[in-house]
């Protein structure tokens, strides 16, 4: 006996009530935290910088579970970055599973801890020490997504460079090969802000030396995310994602295919455009300090 046929307008929404239910709803938006910026007009604001476009969180998870690379950048020490950060990797695994999160924050002589600790049942009392954790990246901020990432079924990564690395590379630089991520107009953006970052209290001769390790740190990056199971989730620093100077012009000179996306993360008042991300998402920010006065000091 034939079953009897829904009417194409029940059965069209029969299809689209299952495609709704099959998406979890994202957890609730963590708290603001930082103090300065509460009242500005921009807060908690997300722009598609392609159009201008105001867009939910709802409709933003929307287009980034589309991306196989997902690059989202941070301010190190703004709190309210990694409590988004957390947020988003619950959120995007909840739309599709994720393959694998890349931390910056990670080198690669840590892996085999990392992957050592992901398959225990329990938790060491001391997680920094048995990750080998570097101090100038705090644990306080990082922790929950460490903690979040090794308990789930998708890959941690580290995404940089050893310190013997960086220290080849410095003495040594090697050539970078790729026409975007080599060009002039690149390379002079990054070497003012390595001179910038560090306060003008660097001889100009070793600057090109700090650019060589800037960019090398970014094609390495790149191939890790190349390398990494799909959808990948990178969290790292602002400059490090920029599609105008960062990864993305390294991964485009490997002959990345498929979509990538950037996301930053900025303070409200910070200038971002569609050079540099394809999203910006406004946040509280912290109070200003005079970093160049701590390096002078000797601080």
Known sequence: MRRPRLPALLLLLVWGLAGCQSRAEAPPLPAWQSPEGREHAELGHIRELSSGRLLTPAQLLERLAQAQRLLVGEKHDNPDHHALQLWLLRALDAQRPQGSLLLEMLQPVQQGQVDALKQQQTRPQDLPKALGWQD????????????????????????????????????????????????????????????????????????????????????????????????????????????????????????????????MLAEVGQVVDAQMADYVWYTPALPEQDYCAQMRKGG
């Open 136 to 263: 100038g990246w705090d644990w306080a901020l990082y922790g929950p997504i460490v903690h979040e990432a090794l308990g789930q079924p998708y890959s941690l990564l580290a995404a940089n460079l050893d310190h013997d690395e960086v220290r080849r590379i410095y003495r040594q630089p090697p050539a970078l090969k790729g026409p975007r991520s080599a060009a002039a107009k690149v390379q002079a953006v990054l070497l003012e802000q390595v001179r910038e970052s560090h306060c003008g209290l660097l001889p100009e001769s070793q600057l090109p030396a700090m650019l060589a390790v800037q960019q090398q740190r970014d094609r390495r990056i790149a191939e890790r995310l190349l390398a990494a199971p799909q959808p990948a989730l990178l969290l790292a620093g602002g400059y490090h994602v920029r599609k105008d100077i960062g990864v993305p012009l390294h991964l485009a000179d490997l002959g990345a295919e498929g979509t990538t996306q950037v996301l």
